[in-house]
């Protein structure tokens, strides 16, 4: 390792841009290499004009805890930049999950994900306080998955500083290594910064959707139970289908009054929705049928769908109606971009939904958060909210599917289209 160069450097100098061998594009979700990895993130700079150009390893690592929205710890992360410095894939997987059952399939599902993004600079950094040897074979595992792809720069970050990977020459990396000050301070942090990224101390303290007060809490779980008595009452496809038309009223309702602007926040709390409605609306998504369609009214194009459906409140109809609708979003020859207002409010009511309903309510609504936020191209979210729903209910099924797509880094089909292009 020594020699290779990864000293504060002059621009330009190294590391040389690695060849990256054209593998076509990204496989699709359920390949047979659907990554068995649950503690792993990963994200992809959206194809916008203010993105930071990364001139540097320096620069890369500066940058990493931003585009994840926490600092990393006993991690590793695969930080690729593209042409001229853009910022490419970022991904994290805990260094135990590396020794877990189902850690090579994984690996390799990342392998493919970082050579569909074509990069020309891949680190591989290594997040420890334990010592870097400590950690030898699992950073030897990372490398030998992604040998065949791209040639990867080797970095350790430790609490007493950073330095390249195996490095041994003190005039490169001396003991115990750069000051981390030099990465936190430094000009990509004030840039990411200033574009209003912030880092949390750790991926809980970025994404953790705060508990209702207890008595708001107790009104919505009691709107929520009538729902539910209503739905087991219902009776024949008529009463089912009234029960699905309110609760898709439910949903519709509080999409139209929840309020996400920063104008409606009173005292810096934001303006909740009633507490009944927002039990009604975690009630109305334990049913298939009603969060499939609540799904298809946030993707454009979506609504065509919900009306051929309403009324037969036929779920093999709205089964296939979701279906392609799932396969528009991750089709990059359609490549249908969200609506950033509609995934606001959505994602303003679904909050609040997890922030009341209890625990056996709460599946639906995280799902649907890590759905929306995979198809914002908010990885780190994604993965931790498709974790949380999860731990809610390991056997939900959409959870699974979206586990599938989020952890094989496959990104939704408009960021490919975009990068493709760009
Ligand atoms: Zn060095």
Redesign the pocket.
Same mark, same amino acid.
């Given at each position: 390792m020594t020699g290779r %160069?990864? %000293?504060i450097t002059v621009a330009g100098a190294h590391p040389q841009p690695a060849a990256v061998p054209d593998r076509g594009p990204v496989p699709g979700a359920g390949s047979p290499g659907c990554a068995l990895i649950e503690d792993m993130t990963t994200s992809l700079d959206l194809p916008e004009p203010s993105t930071i150009p990364l001139r540097s390893p320096h620069d890369v690592l500066a940058a990493v805890p931003y585009r994840l929205g926490f600092r990393p710890a006993e991690s590793i992360v695969i930080a690729c930049t593209a042409e001229r410095g853009r910022p490419g894939l970022v991904a994290r997987v805990g260094i135990d999950e590396l020794r877990g059952d189902g850690a090579a399939e994984g690996l390799a599902a990342l392998a493919r994900a970082v050579a569909g993004t074509h990069p020309t600079y891949c680190a591989l950094v290594l997040y420890t306080a334990r010592g870097a040897a400590a950690a030898d074979d699992v950073v030897q595992d990372v490398r030998r998955a992604l040998q065949p792809v791209v040639d990867v720069d080797g970095w350790v970050v430790a609490p007493d500083g950073y330095? %390249?990977l195996g #490095?041994e020459?003190p005039t #490169?990396?001396p003991e115990p290594g750069h000051p981390l000050a030099a990465l936190e301070c430094g000009e990509i942090g004030a840039a990411y910064v200033l574009a209003g990224h912030v880092v949390a101390d750790s991926a809980d303290a970025a994404y953790r959707i705060p508990r209702a007060p207890e008595a708001t809490r107790n009104l919505a779980g009691r709107a929520a139970r009538r729902s539910e008595v209503a739905r087991q009452r219902a009776t024949g496809d008529a009463g089912t289908g009234c029960w699905r038309d309110e609760a898709l009223d439910a949903w519709r309702k509080a999409l139209h009054r929840v309020e996400t602007a920063a104008g409606a926040a009173v005292d810096g709390e934001p303006v909740g929705l009633a507490p009944a409605l927002v039990g009604r609306v975690g009630a109305a998504l334990a049913d298939r049928v009603v969060r499939d369609v609540a799904l298809l009214t946030l993707v454009p194009g979506g609504e065509e769908a919900v009306r051929a459906t309403t009324g037969e409140a036929d779920r093999a109809t709205v089964d296939d109606a979701t279906a392609r609708v799932l396969g528009r979003v991750i089709d990059p020859a359609d490549a249908v971009v969200p609506d950033p207002d509609v995934v606001a409010r959505a994602r303003a009511v679904l909050e609040q939904v997890d922030a009341h309903v209890p625990q056996r309510l709460r599946a639906p609504a995280l799902t649907l958060l890590a759905f929306l936020a995979w198809w914002a191209g908010d990885g780190p979210r994604a993965s931790y909210r498709v974790g949380e729903a999860l731990d809610a209910d390991e056997s939900y099924r959409l959870a699974q599917l979206l586990h599938c797509v989020i952890s094989t880094a496959l990104p939704p089909g408009w960021v490919r289209a975009a990068s493709s292009s760009g």
């Open positions: %160069g990864h %000293g330095r %390249g #490095c020459d #490169c990396c």
